[in-house]
C-alpha cells in the first residue's frame, strides 16, 4: 500500500493539506478525489512527489462578472 495526499489549492498559491490515506492502486485512490466546493479552490492528488490526478478548476482568467457602464 501506498500514502496517497490530497492538497487544497488555491488561486492566490496557497497550498492547503486536506487528507492522507493509504490505497493499494493509483485508481483506488483517483475515487476519493472529489472537487471541492468552492470555485477558487481545486484539489491535487499526489503520491510522494507523483502527481496522479486533479479535481475541479480555477477560475477562467478573464473574470466574467458584467460592469456597470455610465
Known sequence: MAVYR???VHDDGR???DESFYC???EEAVGRLAPPARVDVRAELW???RFI???GSRRPATDQR???TG
Do not use: F, N, R, S
Open 24 to 26: 493499494k492502486t493509483d
Open 47 to 49: 503520491q510522494g512527489g
Open 53 to 55: 490526478a486533479v479535481a
Open 6 to 8: 490530497i492538497y487544497l
Open 66 to 68: 458584467p460592469y456597470a
Open 15 to 17: 497550498l492547503e493539506p
